[in-house]
């Protein structure tokens, strides 16, 4: 029997900046407004970023992300998945203590250092910008990489999650990334369910083709075995359809802000709720049900709610 599709929405993120879009949350009530409705709209998983309240900057400050989750939890169910990655300039040391402070049920593990390019958004911007730390901040990913370096990955698999509790989602933005997943869990550091993210569609990462994504789903469950619990998300314009040819295959996906700021060709979304709502049309359509955090909490193996620090 297919298993139902856990949907993930992703409701800031740190690669687009306030100015391409007034609808990006990053204010305390705003955000936490903006996560209940997606979780009402049918999302199991709210994956968190930090933002400055003021300027919408990233933030890797646990008191922000720990403001963020309590209001989610006091109002749903849903799980809440921080991330690790935070973004370019964050230390590995900033970005790992959201984790060791809050201990979440989820959190991300990047498989790699790579670059992730933002800084073609930028002529389109060019002159508009709110603050004076966004064109900077897109310029950096030019010349600074992502830093996940095979030591961070082997801290957070041999320490990390024995000290909070928090099980990793690991993020693959490219095929190599899935071998390196598959030699930890060769090494016995990585145990099932095996959660993997696949990022379509950044630059530096794999590329938007519909090829890609039935490569890279074939190639973990090749490599990881049937305890694998395979998620899809799709980079602006490609959102909708990467995510529903992963659902089609029986996989998981993730929607929202964070990956596109576009709910159809030239309108902007004014919540992550309407990409929770359009994706669970899409799958009603192709009779793939659409899981309960409850039900993602058993097949991920979760702690549980209740034992988180926020």
């Known amino acids: 029997m297919a298993k139902n599709c856990v949907i993930t929405a992703a409701v800031t993120g740190a690669s687009f900046t306030p100015t391409m879009s007034p609808h990006i949350p990053y204010k ?13 709209a049918g999302a199991a998983i709210i994956h968190i970023h930090g933002r400055d ?15 963020y989750a309590a209001g989610i939890r006091d109002e749903t169910d ?21 984790v060791r402070v809050l201990q979440p049920e989820m959190c991300s593990c990047n498989l790699g250092t790579m670059n992730y390019g933002g800084f073609p958004m930028i002529p389109k911007y060019q002159g508009k910008w709110k603050h004076d730390w966004e064109e900077p901040f897109l310029e950096s990913t030019r010349n600074e990489p992502f830093s996940s370096s095979f030591a961070d990955i082997e801290y957070m698999l041999k320490f990390l999650q024995n000290e909070t509790g928090t099980r990793m989602e690991f993020e693959a933005y490219d095929i190599g990334h899935i071998y390196t997943l598959a030699y930890y869990a060769n090494m016995g550091l990585v145990t099932g369910p095996i959660m993997v993210q696949m990022v379509i569609n950044t630059l530096g990462g794999i590329g938007p083709d519909l090829d890609n ?10 490599l990881l075995g049937s305890d694998v619990e395979i998620s899809v998300l799709g980079g602006g314009r490609h959102q909708f359809n990467l995510i529903t040819t992963g659902a089609i295959m029986g996989t998981n996906v993730r929607v929202g802000i964070e990956d596109n700021l576009y709910i159809g060709k030239g309108e902007l979304a004014q919540s992550n709720a309407q990409y929770v709502e359009k994706a669970k049309r899409i799958f009603s359509e192709l009779s793939i049900g659409v899981a309960t955090p409850a039900e993602t909490r058993e097949r991920f193996g979760l702690k549980g709610g209740d034992q988180v620090k926020f």
């Open 78 to 98: 849903a799980i809440i998945n921080m991330t690790t990655g935070g973004a370019t300039g964050q230390t590995i040391e900033e970005r790992l203590n959201v």
């Open 28 to 40: 305390p009530d705003h955000l936490i407004a903006d996560s209940i409705a997606a979780a009402k």
């Open 53 to 67: 309240y003021e300027d919408g900057r990233p933030s890797s400050d646990p008191a922000i992300f720990g403001e």
């Open 213 to 222: 994504v039935v490569f890279m789903i074939r190639t973990a469950q090749r």
